[in-house]
């Protein structure tokens, strides 16, 4: 008997990649112009539009007559959209982004006509287990996935069951268009590696990146029928696919990481980092600041916070936050995230005038400050900018601004001669609870750090220099590991690192206090074009690291490296949601490996992450720094990777290209940035208590406060780290459970 395959008819749709955004807009009006006519002529009974709702929105954006028409269409199972807003990535963005991503995608759908859903993540590079979770949070009980698969890790078989999702592996990809050219050897090909790994049941995908549909599939479907010896296409849908397959249980640990078979582009996690900072901290901000405490508040700035999220989630499509696009499209970006960052700012303060407002709150006191503590621990020591300096505090910078009360007053109307000076300052409190709203009385710091030209330490944590050495010391346990910058040429792309010649350690020139406080002290280590500031609080038992980095070359990769006393074999990471363990060959080396015979990807040891990565006993959290690659007993963070071209056709890590050979100065990232890190010592769950310090996920009220003013924000949780708010709950991960939470 042949083998029956279900074939559905598609196309691929980048929002913006090698092309900007009105440009493609342009290609898919004539796209769906096609579709649309061909289903309403029945010459095609189904059409599958990519997973994502975006593409829908643009083109009505100029087609506003034909909504009926695809709302039609939806209802009649004719046409496909979501659940996603965007198909967006799962290893660099957040857990919350990934939920918002859906929700927007399935409210935008569903008043489309839409009902059901797949996971379609078809050209994601490397899909993270997060991904799974966000779905089955949303109800949505199928997948299809290409990139990432290690067909042993699926019991050889495309279809498979990961955290309570039927998944399908598209074996050969969404790409294919044999039949546009009528390429009928070339399908029967197509079709006998498809079924290496299948049933008596395949799945077909016909269409391509940006693709045309394809025209009279009816007729050409049966004429290709009576050329095939060993299968039958039947044109219809993914849906109807996955009620005629049968799936087998894999382990939800499985991650889809794997090249072997298919491109994973590795790169992206490191390409244009200024850019990944930047929407790491919007994000952060909006989901574990913003929203929440809009939330507990009950203010009224829900449309306000859903349109940042709109604003933010469009740049995390493909190709955008990989940052493998043409310079014009991470202008876009970057004005998108312009725009989410003023949002945020304009919230933050009308979010704390509404507070003082309500409890009359106005004039300045010196001696006590309310907390809003938003995040997952206790904290000690805070940073505020005020109009006025705080009894006990500890002034870090003046610079000159209005006085946010003007801004809350809508009678009156700031000046010039308003201009004052705003102080940045530190003040120790005592330990506020999480979850928590208190009036707290300002300590006087008892100072206990001491610095040197050479050293900072207190009582728990020693960073020392000796002879340009670095070392980071665990006083209590007497565990170590050294520090050192390095910098490599590479001759990679943006898809691809691909190093040249060997890792050159920056000279240390000098080290210095750059400031001695009664609360927090810093030793500045000065490299060439790179400052990194070491600072340390009286009772920290973490250094906290401020890199400002002013990049003058072009085609490297710069690294922070630790190194460990013994090799790493293997790595607990930060994932979207929870961690990934991942065990780690050190001894590989992808130099060893170059040039990749075609039509091979080589093997990385460079991973992603969310926030941080522990190996051997040391954490290393990073604020937007993504990537970590292990060598031996080296722990390296990546710091920057500078590249010219979206894909590089002679690329030795990469034997065939990944996109367009366009060249991509901005890409090179000339500019000055600072990325932010915490080094310390300790597990993943003590990695989880130090997140909320290095985003400083709290909200400080100033002013008199004529008595005491106490609540909680919800009911605290402990053993879990609290992502933020989704559909009027808290949302987070136990991590002694190892499971969501949901309060």
């Given at each position: 008997?042949?083998?029956r ?7 691929h ?11 493609f ?6 796209v ?12 095609a009974?189904f059409?599958?539009l990519?997973?994502?709702v975006s593409a ?9 007559e ?8 939806i209802k009649?199972?004719?046409?496909a959209?979501g ?8 290893y660099?963005?957040?857990f919350?982004?990934?939920l ?5 995608g399935?409210e935008?759908?569903?008043?489309f ?7 379609y993540?078809s050209?994601i ?11 089955k949070q ?17 019991k ?6 990961k ?9 050969q ?10 390429n ?11 079924a290496?790994?299948?049933?008596d049941t ?15 599939a009816?007729?050409k ?5 009576k ?14 696919y996955?009620?005629n ?15 072997s078979?298919?491109?994973?582009l ?14 790491n901290?919007?994000q ?12 507990y508040?009950e ?27 043409i310079?014009?499209?991470?202008r876009?970006?970057d004005a ?13 303060k ?6 003082k ?6 004039s ?9 503590n938003?995040?997952?621990?206790k904290?000690d020591v805070v940073?505020?900018?005020?109009p ?7 002034v870090?910078?003046?610079?000159q601004?209005?006085?946010d009360?003007l ?8 000046v010039t ?6 102080y940045m300052?530190l ?16 300590k006087?710091?008892i100072k206990?750090?001491k ?6 330490e207190?009582?728990?944590?020693k960073l020392?220099v000796k002879?340009s050495?670095?070392t980071v010391?665990?006083k ?18 943006s898809y ?7 890792f050159?350690?920056?000279?240390l020139?000098?080290s210095?206090v750059?400031?001695?406080g009664?609360?927090?002290?810093a030793?500045?280590?000065e ?9 340390l609080?009286?009772?920290?038992d973490?250094?906290k ?10 085609n490297?990769?710069l690294q922070?490296?630790l190194?460990?006393k013994?090799?790493?074999?293997k ?12 065990k780690?060959d ?8 170059m040039p990749?015979?075609?039509?091979v990807?080589?093997k990385s040891?460079?991973?992603?992450m969310q926030?941080?990565v ?6 290393a959290?990073t ?5 970590y690659?292990i060598?031996?007993?080296?722990l390296r963070?990546c ?11 002679k ?6 290209p ?7 100065p901005?890409g090179?990232?000339?500019?000055e940035?600072e990325?932010?890190?915490i ?10 208590k130090?997140i ?7 909200i ?9 003013i106490?609540f909680?924000?919800g ?16 949302i987070g ?8 939470l949901?309060?």
């Open positions: 008997m042949k083998k395959v279900y074939a559905y008819l598609h196309t749709w980048d929002r913006e990649w090698y092309r900007d955004k009105e440009d807009n342009l290609r898919l009006l004539d769906l112009d096609i579709v649309l006519d061909e289903l309403k002529q029945k010459k009974p059409f599958y990519d997973g994502q829908i929105l643009d083109y009505l954006k100029y087609r506003p034909k909504k009926e028409e695809i709302i039609g269409l009649a199972k004719k046409l959209i659940p996603y807003f965007v198909s967006a990535d799962s660099l963005v957040s919350i982004s990934m918002k991503n859906l929700d927007l399935m935008i759908s569903a008043d006509g839409q009902k059901e859903y797949i996971g993540m050209d590079f490397g899909i993270s287990s997060s991904a799974f979770v966000a779905l949303k109800n949505i009980d199928k997948a299809l996935i290409w990139r990432g698969v290690n067909p042993k890790k699926i050889n078989n495309c279809d498979f069951i955290n309570e999702i039927k998944t399908t592996w598209l074996i990809g969404y790409f294919n268009d044999f039949l546009h050219s009528e009928i050897d070339g399908l029967k090909k197509y079709l006998d590696k498809i290496k790994y299948s049933s395949l799945l077909l995908p016909i269409g391509a990146d940006h693709l045309g549909m394809l025209q009279n009816n007729e479907i049966k004429k290709i029928n050329t095939l010896k060993d299968y039958e296409i039947i044109l219809s849908s993914p849906f109807e996955f009620k397959v049968g799936f087998k249980n894999v382990s939800d640990e499985v991650e889809f990481l794997d090249n078979d298919t491109f994973i590795s790169g992206v996690y490191s390409a244009r980092i200024p850019q990944k900072i930047r929407n901290i919007v952060n901000k909006i989901s574990r600041v913003i929203e929440p405490l809009n939330f508040l203010d009224k700035f829900d449309n306000n916070i859903e349109e940042v999220y709109k604003t933010l989630i469009k740049n995390h499509a493909h190709d955008g936050i990989y940052g493998c696009s310079d014009s499209v991470h876009a970006i998108r995230l312009d725009k989410c960052e003023c949002a945020i700012n304009a919230l933050e009308r979010l704390i005038g509404n507070f407002k309500k409890y009359s709150i106005a300045k006191s010196e001696d006590k400050i309310g907390l809003f938003l995040s997952n621990s904290i940073e505020v900018k005020l006025y300096i705080l009894k006990n505090s500890q870090l910078n003046i610079e601004g209005f006085c009360e801004l809350y007053d809508i009678y009156k109307i700031p001669e308003d201009i004052a000076p705003i300052q003040i120790e409190i005592e330990n506020s609870n999480n979850f928590e709203f208190n009036t707290l009385k300002i006087k710091p206990k750090v610095v040197s030209t050479s050293t900072i207190n009582n728990f944590i020392s002879k050495k670095i010391l665990n209590k346990t007497n565990d170590e590991f050294y520090l050192k910058l390095t910098d490599i040429k590479d001759i990679g792309d691809n690192f691909a190093p040249s010649g060997k050159k350690e920056l000279e020139l000098n210095k750059q400031y001695d009664d609360i927090e002290s030793l500045l280590l490299f060439k074009n790179i400052k990194l500031s070491a600072k609080n009286n009772n920290s973490f250094i690291f401020s890199a400002e980095i002013n990049n003058k070359a072009k490297h990769k922070l490296v190194i460990l013994e090799n790493i074999s790595t607990v990471a930060q994932d979207a949601f929870g961690v990934v363990n991942r780690i050190y001894n590989y080396k992808m130099s060893d490996f990749a015979k075609r039509p990807e080589l040891n460079s991973y992603p926030n941080f522990c190996a051997n006993g040391a954490i959290l604020k937007g720094l993504h990537e690659e060598y031996k007993n080296e963070i710091l920057l990777r500078a590249t010219s071209t979206i894909s590089n056709p690329n030795p890590a990469r034997s065939i990944a996109g367009p050979d366009l060249k991509t901005f090179q990232c000339i500019c940035f990325a932010e890190f080094l310390s010592f300790g597990n993943y769950k003590k990695a989880f130090l909320d310090n290095l985003f400083k996920n709290y400080l009220i100033d002013g008199k406060f004529e008595k005491e106490n909680k924000l009911e605290k949780q402990d053993n879990a780290y609290i992502y933020g708010i989704n559909n009027k709950k808290k991960y136990n991590y002694k459970e190892n499971k969501i949901l309060i």
